[in-house]
């Protein structure tokens, strides 16, 4: 009979009790159970007290406090000021540009903080819709979200499980928790408890809501539900985890600060000295003030970065990097450390036999994944298997105790069934084996289906002249129990057994999933096979190893990684040995320092911040432990990029810098918690969006040290002309018109700059960095002191040739946009020349600007309407002569400098 209704233990008594270190019996009693499961009256009481069994639906912000929320920045402020500002001089053009790019850029990050609930969403969807659950001593199907703790629930292949389950029964009960735990292969899964202390991944009779029942039957006590599962704490910390800002945005932010400081004195300073010291009337000097900010502002700025940004994604897109979130595009650019998943990141997430072991020798077996291509290797030089027996018959047994397959589907070769066993099928087939073909030779008559609790396979097969011959294959430590002879060049010998453990012990160092394979000749006229015919006097035939091989192109990426300056590490959930194996095949880490989760646990924050900075390989990591590691190097000061498909991955994927999700393999909780999702799941495609992510760094850099002079020119010649009480040589509404002249058109064309030749092999930027380095102040005071010296130069000897005021002030004008398009040329290349034979090449839009510029820039000379617009006059030729000459001096004076920058080496960028 199951219990009566009883007042049962608390959830936070429950949700604190260690259920996978008890036994069976000892978890139903705490839970005041039976494997008959609870009484219906029982059931409603205790879902009164612990609820439904579904995730807790956190909300945040309130839509239009999200909203709001963007337009809380200095830059944006300032921005709004220029759009008054503007709206007062009646220039509708510009005030409807600065509002337009404010309203865009903030609809983009309203739209990007959505991003937040999304995840949380679909970790919601991964609970199961529908449970088998044992009420009132029959088993009942019910909703899922009905569940509760001391509920039994029965579990079959195909099941997700509904909530986390102590197991109570299990037949051959495998089940994956790649998403949780990283480990690659279903989880083989039994009923003994196991170490308090314990790694998730090592739980093995524990079965974890939003999983995935694999293979086998079983049944287990429900001991958490909600928000107290195992994905329930994954959300939490997802809900708890904070967006960081991305370094632009950091930098941006500090640099509006100083340079919104810097304009506001400037005016102030401006108008004091006009009124004060050269007797301008107050009207006068409060519009140049006006003018001045206005000339100072760099209301193109917000546009351009968002533009050169979407560029970004475009380009990477084209390279299988999906970019999810703007900002992410120049964080690429510096990151520092990647962390990365190692199942179906870094590895194929494919199973391969890539060592067999005889009695005889050791041989190696080429080719990766399922496509069964590759050769067999002895010392270096191929062999032709039939020509060694002893392997032969070892990969023939693999192939007939085996209940996987291999097809040929749409071109891609595909597994059904174990990949495990899917390996030694692949492996056969290499070796010119054919599945149907030994089937039919060698038909099945019976079999022991493998199950966890004797950790093997056995089939009865028989030839068609009656002989009989049983293989069996399963752990190595149970199969050389059962085995008294081995096989040398064809003849039985007693088992030496330290032999077969040296081999044990070499493979599993090198990271190999090991398989032991046995044969035994079955009695004449057995049709049935039992326990006890393979309990003892079995042959050895030898061992099998296999990995999960790291993909090629991600040796090759981490090496490019390398090269660039970037550190890679490894986290993942597989058991230290194997993680050190794969790593140091694919270059990670030195090959001898390995960090597990007990021993990040067992670390405080000052301890893993240390840890961290010469160990690149982690192995047993929970959730947590993964979050740590990337909030640690954040701490050093690292900009961190984490990949991972799973579960387990979003919260570190939310929470660095960059999180890199993978497309096909990956769960929706990891594409939604990431900034970047790789369309082909290829850890190289990083490399890619890197190169892409430092390229668009470089152009907005380019478009900061193009912009930040030109205005600056614009600017200091208003202050100059008052400071020496001249007459204004550029109105208000003329320095708005080269403004939106030259900010839209010139300064966009930078976000089109291909990647300078030296882009990945150069280290990463300090993260500390400031985006406006001494070299780009002293580039910015030098073109800005050219641009104000031509600019007023061209007005005064205008005035002095006896041109009108109009004249003149049109002169100056022209002078100051060809100043402009002429030092676009030199801002294509920070350092680099930028010579005419390479001024336009890379680049069509570099030209097309400048011709629209000046065409531009001929209506508002000459056109009559422009004229009335913006008071301007005709130029003659001779003034034109001279304007180009004065504006090419800039373009000389620059390159020049670059030159010296280049022959001294300095530091500069």
């Given at each position: 009979m199951p219990p009566a209704v009883s007042e049962p233990?608390?959830?936070?008594?429950?949700?604190?009790?260690?259920?996978?270190?008890?036994?069976?019996?000892?978890?139903?009693?705490?839970?005041?159970?039976?494997?008959?499961?609870?009484?219906?009256?029982?059931?409603?009481?205790?879902?009164?007290?612990?609820?439904?069994?579904?995730?807790?639906?956190?909300?945040?912000?309130?839509?239009?406090?999200?909203?709001?929320?963007?337009?809380?920045?200095?830059?944006?402020?300032?921005?709004?000021?220029?759009?008054?500002?503007?709206?007062?001089?009646?220039?509708?053009?510009?005030?409807?540009?600065?509002?337009?790019?404010?309203?865009v850029n903030a609809l983009i990050g309203f739209i990007q903080e959505g991003k937040a609930e999304q995840a949380l969403a679909a970790i919601r969807r991964l609970l199961s819709l529908k449970a088998v659950v044992w009420r009132d001593q029959r088993q009942v199907l019910i909703p899922a979200e009905q569940l509760v703790p001391g509920d039994v629930v029965m579990l079959q292949s195909g099941d997700r499980v509904p909530a986390d389950m102590r197991l109570l029964q299990v037949k051959n009960l495998r089940i994956e928790e790649a998403s949780l735990t990283g480990e690659s292969l279903p989880a083989e899964k039994d009923i003994e408890p196991v170490a308090l202390h314990a790694p998730l991944g090592d739980r093995t009779c524990m079965a974890y809501a939003g999983t995935l029942v694999r293979y086998g039957q079983g049944s287990g006590v429900v001991v958490a539900t909600g928000d107290h599962t195992e994905i329930g704490r994954i959300s939490e910390l997802l809900a708890e985890v904070e967006r960081i800002e991305t370094p632009l945005l950091r930098r941006i932010a500090g640099f509006s600060k100083g340079l919104s400081a810097a304009i506001v004195a400037l005016a102030v300073i401006t108008f004091f000295i006009g009124v004060r010291v050269r007797d301008y009337s107050a009207v006068d000097m409060f519009m140049a003030a006006v003018s001045l900010a206005v000339a100072a502002i760099p209301e193109g700025l917000p546009a351009i970065m968002t533009i050169t940004l979407a560029i970004g994604v475009q380009r990477m897109a084209r390279r299988n990097a999906i970019i999810r979130v703007l900002p992410a595009v120049e964080t690429l650019g510096s990151v520092t450390c990647i962390c990365s998943d190692k199942t179906g990141t870094l590895t194929r997430n494919e199973m391969t036999v890539q060592t067999v072991a005889t009695r005889a020798a050791l041989f190696q077996i080429g080719g990766v994944g399922y496509e069964p291509h590759g050769e067999f290797m002895l010392e270096g030089g191929h062999v032709n298997v039939p020509e060694h027996p002893a392997v032969a018959e070892l990969l023939r047994a693999g192939l007939l105790c085996n209940d996987a397959s291999l097809d040929l589907r749409d071109g891609q070769w595909r597994i059904t069934g174990d990949p495990t066993e899917a390996a030694l099928v692949v492996a056969a087939r290499k070796a010119g084996f054919e599945s149907v073909l030994?089937?039919?030779?060698?038909?099945?008559?019976?079999?022991?289906?493998?199950?966890?609790?004797?950790?093997?396979?056995?089939?009865?097969?028989?030839?068609?002249?009656?002989?009989?011959?049983?293989?069996?294959?399963?752990?190595?430590?149970?199969?050389?129990?059962?085995?008294?002879?081995?096989?040398?060049?064809?003849?039985?010998?007693?088992?030496?057994?330290?032999?077969?453990?040296?081999?044990?012990?070499?493979?599993?160092?090198?990271?190999?999933?090991?398989?032991?394979?046995?044969?035994?000749?079955?009695?004449?006229?057995?049709?049935?096979?039992?326990?006890?015919?393979?309990?003892?006097?079995?042959?050895?035939?030898?061992?099998?190893?296999?990995?999960?091989?790291?993909?090629?192109?991600?040796?090759?990426?981490?090496?490019?990684?390398?090269?660039?300056?970037?550190?890679?590490?490894?986290?993942?959930?597989?058991?230290?040995?194997?993680?050190?194996?794969?790593?140091?095949?694919?270059?990670?880490?030195?090959?001898?320092?390995?960090?597990?989760?007990?021993?990040?646990?067992?670390?405080?924050?000052?301890?893993?911040?240390?840890?961290?900075?010469?160990?690149?390989?982690?192995?047993?990591?929970?959730?947590?432990?993964?979050?740590?590691?990337?909030q640690a190097l954040q701490n050093r000061g690292e900009i961190v990029a984490m990949t991972g498909d799973g579960v387990n991955d979003a919260p570190a994927l939310k929470r660095a810098d960059v999180g890199v999700a993978m497309g096909v393999s990956g769960t929706e909780v990891a594409k939604e918690a990431a900034e970047m999702v790789l369309a082909d799941d290829n850890f190289a495609s990083i490399v890619s969006a890197i190169e892409e992510g430092r390229t668009v760094y470089d152009n907005l850099r380019k478009t900061l040290l193009f912009i930040m002079p030109t205005n600056g020119g614009e600017a200091f010649t208003l202050v100059t002309a008052i400071a020496l009480g001249l007459t204004l040589p550029i109105l208000p509404v003329q320095i708005l018109w080269v403004n939106m002249v030259t900010a839209v058109t010139l300064a966009l064309a930078l976000a089109f700059e291909p990647a300078e030749a030296n882009v990945l092999r150069r280290p990463p930027r300090d993260p500390r960095a400031p985006i406006f380095s001494r070299y780009f102040l002293w580039r910015t005071v030098l073109v800005t002191a050219l641009i104000t010296a031509g600019t007023l130069g061209m007005f005064l000897w205008e005035q002095a040739q006896g041109a009108s005021l109009e004249a003149a002030r049109t002169a100056a004008v022209t002078t100051l946009v060809m100043f402009e398009a002429v030092y676009l040329l030199n801002s294509r290349r920070l350092l680099d020349a930028a010579w005419p034979q390479r001024a336009f090449s890379g680049n069509p839009y570099v030209a097309l600007t400048i011709f629209l510029v000046v065409l531009l820039q001929l209506l508002y000379v000459y056109a009559p309407f422009m004229q009335t617009l913006f008071h301007s006059a005709p130029l003659g030729a001779e003034a034109w002569l001279r304007i180009m000459l004065i504006a090419f001096s800039v373009y000389v004076i620059v390159e020049f400098e670059k030159g010296i920058v280049r022959a001294l080496k300095w530091q500069a960028v």
């Open positions: 233990r608390t959830v936070k008594e429950v949700s604190g009790i260690q259920f996978h270190a008890l036994d069976s019996n000892e978890v139903l009693r705490t839970l005041e159970t039976s494997p008959s499961g609870l009484a219906s009256e029982e059931a409603a009481a205790r879902a009164g007290r612990y609820g439904p069994n579904q995730l807790t639906l956190r909300r945040g912000r309130s839509p239009l406090q999200r909203l709001l929320q963007q337009f809380h920045n200095l830059l944006v402020y300032l921005l709004l000021g220029a759009a008054v500002i503007t709206a007062m001089l009646q220039h509708w053009v510009d005030t409807g540009v600065i509002v337009g790019v404010v309203v030994e089937s039919e030779i060698w038909p099945r008559t019976d079999v022991i289906p493998f199950e966890s609790e004797h950790r093997f396979m056995a089939t009865l097969n028989h030839d068609h002249a009656g002989h009989g011959m049983i293989y069996v294959k399963g752990a190595p430590e149970r199969i050389l129990e059962m085995c008294s002879r081995e096989r040398i060049n064809g003849v039985q010998q007693p088992l030496h057994i330290e032999y077969w453990h040296e081999k044990l012990r070499a493979m599993a160092g090198q990271g190999q999933r090991v398989l032991a394979l046995a044969c035994k000749p079955a009695q004449a006229g057995q049709r049935e096979l039992r326990f006890g015919d393979v309990a003892d006097g079995l042959t050895l035939l030898g061992l099998c190893g296999m990995v999960d091989p790291p993909r090629e192109e991600a040796v090759r990426a981490v090496a490019d990684c390398h090269a660039a300056g970037i550190r890679v590490q490894m986290i993942t959930g597989d058991h230290a040995a194997t993680a050190l194996a794969i790593a140091g095949q694919i270059g990670i880490g030195d090959g001898k320092r390995v960090l597990t989760g007990a021993g990040i646990e067992a670390m405080d924050e000052a301890a893993l911040a240390q840890a961290v900075a010469g160990i690149d390989v982690y192995a047993r990591v929970s959730p947590e432990h993964k979050l740590r590691l990337v």
